[in-house]
Every structure is written in C-alpha cells, then in structure tokens.
Nanobody, 126 residues
Framework: QVRLMESGGGSVQSGGSLRLSCVASGEIERHYCMGWFRQVPGKEREGVAAAYMGGTSTYYADSVKGRFTITQDNAKNAVYLQLDTLQPEDTAMYYC???????????????????WGQGTQVTVSS
C-alpha cells in the first residue's frame, strides 16, 4: 500500500505563491502517476495537475495552466506543485494522489486515481 503525505499549504494574499510537496512511501511501483487535486466544500474534487514519475509528461487543468507548475524528484518519490499568481478561487483543500499505470497518457485521467493523501489547506485572501 502506498502512503502519501502532503505539506506546504497555508494562507496567502491574492497574487501570492505557495509550494506544495507530496512524498510517497510504502509499496511503490515503478510505473505510476502522481497528481494534485483540490476540493471546495459542496463541490466535486477537481484534478489540477499530474506527472508521470520518471518521465516528462505533465497535465494541467485549464483553470491553472500558466500559474501552477508540477515538478518531481523521482529518486525521492516526491512531487511538488508550485502555485503562483494565486487567486481567491484557488482556495481549497489540496490532495496528492497516485495511480499505477504503464501509460503516461493516463495521468490526465483524473477519475482513475486510487491512492490519496490527507490533504493540505490552501487559503487565498483578496
């Protein structure tokens, strides 16, 4: 079983930046995606960004393209999300997720992730 631990959330003003981190531990496969999701109370969870570990493929939701950047350190089984130009509508609980797959193209299939972290809160004030 894979365990995911997020960190780096917090409160910032509009236009500010944050960097989220997620480290995977436990029974880690060699071929897998790691992604970031967010959820606001009363709304469905939204896929934000994803990366194929050990590869170069990345995926972003249209709402965050150009503002958020996902990077990875495969040796540490870690993925990071740089959040820039934050807006109040980015306020949410952010979750790290993982899924095993041989196909990098499947990292953008948001509904297929099956391992989840506990989440870290991001709050952006205007």
């Amino acid at each position: 079983q894979v365990r995911l631990m997020e960190s780096g959330g917090g409160s910032v003003q509009s236009g500010g930046s944050l960097r989220l981190s997620c480290v995977a531990s436990g029974e880690i496969e060699r071929h897998y995606c790691m992604g970031w999701f967010r959820q606001v109370p009363g709304k469905e969870r939204e896929g934000v960004a994803a990366a194929y570990m050990g590869g170069t493929s990345t995926y972003y939701a249209d709402s965050v393209k150009g503002r958020f950047t996902i990077t990875q350190d495969n040796a540490k089984n870690a993925v990071y999300l740089q959040l820039d130009t934050l807006q109040p509508e980015d306020t949410a609980m952010y979750y790290c997720a993982a899924r095993v797959t041989y196909f990098a193209s499947e990292c953008g299939l948001w509904s297929a992730y099956d391992n989840w972290g506990q989440g870290t809160q991001v709050t952006v004030s205007s």
